[in-house]
């Protein structure tokens, strides 16, 4: 019996070497496995890289009343900015600067604005809607921290200013009255983003907030620009970057 019994201890020891010997191999395997997901190693370690972006945006004007309209020198009494959705394109030009934590980006894109104000005038049941479609070549420098990697991902914020003009829109015909708009801009812009590393390129998408820092407004002598001072942009976009 005693024989049985050492048999039997023996067979259960060889057993437990067996399990865990089976489990350091899974375990070792799965750290292997691990390592080789950590994908685009020596992405980060270029000094310069490039992309393109794909960019999702809502816009409204920032209207500040003239004393004309304060004054009440005419019948309107409500201007209102409207919100209004559109698109951009464009490229990614990235400088690595130090420690794999700072970048300066160069963005230029083409932006596809519809700028629309209402006007009202309740004495006579009128409301008037302006709008002005506008194309805009804009040129975004930004600042961009890096948070430390994580596996195949990073967070990131930016901040910089945005300098645009402006190379399309319909114009009214001439004698017309209408809201006129500048053709240059200048915004303060800052976001915060999520850096991926897929297997063949680097995916971030980011939300990127846009304030204008000059007056759009073109003063003429009409019912709409009177009643104006001075008009700036309110811009909120959501971007995705496709690095290579």
């Given at each position: 019996?005693?024989?049985?019994?050492?048999?039997?201890?023996?067979?259960l020891?060889?057993?437990?070497?067996?399990?865990?010997?089976l489990?350091?191999t899974?375990?070792?395997g799965?750290f292997?496995?691990?390592?080789?997901?950590?994908?685009l190693?020596?992405f980060?370690?270029?000094?310069?890289h490039?992309?393109?972006?794909?960019?999702?945006?809502?816009?409204?004007?920032n209207?500040?009343?003239?004393?004309?309209f304060?004054?009440g020198?005419?019948?309107?009494?409500?201007?209102?900015?409207?919100?209004?959705?559109?698109?951009?394109?464009?490229?990614?030009v990235n400088?690595?600067?130090?420690?794999?934590?700072?970048d300066?980006?160069?963005?230029p894109?083409?932006?596809f604005?519809?700028?629309?104000?209402?006007?009202?005038?309740?004495?006579?049941?009128?409301?008037?809607?302006?709008e002005k479609p506008?194309?805009?070549?804009?040129?975004?420098?930004?600042?961009?921290?890096?948070?430390?990697?994580?596996?195949?991902?990073r967070f990131?914020?930016?901040?910089?200013?945005?300098?645009?003009?402006?190379?399309?829109?319909?114009?009214?015909a001439?004698?017309?009255e209408?809201?006129s708009?500048?053709?240059?801009?200048?915004?303060?812009?800052?976001?915060?983003?999520?850096?991926?590393?897929?297997q063949?390129?680097h995916?971030?998408p980011?939300?990127?907030?846009?304030?204008?820092?000059?007056?759009?407004?073109?003063p003429?002598?009409n019912i709409?620009?009177?009643?104006i001072?001075?008009?700036?942009?309110?811009?909120?976009s959501?971007?995705?970057n496709?690095?290579?």
């Amino acid at each position: 019996m005693q024989r049985i019994n050492f048999w039997n201890k023996l067979y259960l020891h060889w057993q437990k070497i067996a399990v865990f010997a089976l489990l350091a191999t899974l375990s070792t395997g799965a750290f292997a496995q691990e390592a080789t997901n950590i994908r685009l190693l020596d992405f980060d370690k270029k000094k310069i890289h490039y992309g393109f972006q794909l960019g999702l945006f809502t816009t409204n004007l920032n209207v500040k009343h003239s004393q004309h309209f304060v004054d009440g020198l005419d019948s309107t009494v409500a201007v209102i900015p409207n919100r209004t959705y559109s698109f951009s394109l464009g490229f990614v030009v990235n400088f690595a600067l130090q420690d794999e934590l700072w970048d300066l980006r160069l963005l230029p894109n083409v932006s596809f604005y519809n700028h629309s104000v209402t006007f009202d005038y309740p004495e006579s049941s009128k409301t008037e809607l302006i709008e002005k479609p506008t194309t805009f070549l804009e040129l975004p420098v930004l600042l961009k921290y890096t948070s430390i990697r994580r596996k195949n991902h990073r967070f990131y914020l930016l901040g910089g200013f945005t300098g645009g003009i402006g190379v399309g829109g319909k114009k009214g015909a001439e004698g017309t009255e209408s809201l006129s708009l500048n053709n240059m801009l200048l915004d303060v812009t800052y976001g915060v983003g999520l850096s991926g590393y897929m297997q063949l390129f680097h995916f971030a998408p980011e939300i990127r907030f846009s304030h204008g820092l000059i007056n759009m407004h073109s003063p003429q002598d009409n019912i709409f620009s009177n009643n104006i001072d001075r008009i700036t942009t309110h811009k909120v976009s959501f971007i995705l970057n496709f690095e290579g």
